[in-house]
């Protein structure tokens, strides 16, 4: 298995910037496409971006343009760059990752969350 692990969640005011990191630690030839999820409580998990092996990138609309996921394939290691943060980013946010193309949201590796708060 892969294991994951996110830090870099804390508070901040709106308008500010976080920067998410996800340590991978074994099996990283299985994450050959990578995201970031993020839940509030009540609700299901949404997919807030995806990157492959090759750094091609998808985002969800309400992120587009604010923020950017980033992988250090040498490293093992994912980053989500959040800029001009919204109270509505507030969420846990999780590291997943998978084997093949991203051309879904469902993943099979899962970190255990980053607490991100905007307010």
């Known amino acids: 298995h892969v294991q994951l692990v996110e830090s870099g969640g804390g508070s901040v005011q709106t308008g500010g910037s976080l920067r998410l990191s996800c340590a991978a630690s074994r099996l990283w030839y299985n994450a050959d496409c990578m995201a970031w999820f993020r839940q509030v409580p009540g609700k299901g998990r949404e997919g807030v971006a995806a990157?492959?092996?090759?750094?091609?990138?998808t985002y969800t609309d309400s992120v587009a343009g604010r923020f950017a996921i980033s992988r250090d394939n040498a490293q093992k290691r994912m980053y989500l760059q959040m800029t001009s943060l919204k109270p509505e980013d507030t969420a846990m946010y999780y590291c997943?990752?998978?084997?093949?193309?991203?051309?879904?949201?469902?993943?099979?590796?899962w970190g255990q969350g980053t607490q991100v708060t905007v307010s």
């Open positions: 990157i492959d092996n090759n750094h091609r990138t």
């Open positions: 997943a990752a998978r084997r093949g193309y991203c051309n879904n949201w469902d993943f099979t590796y």
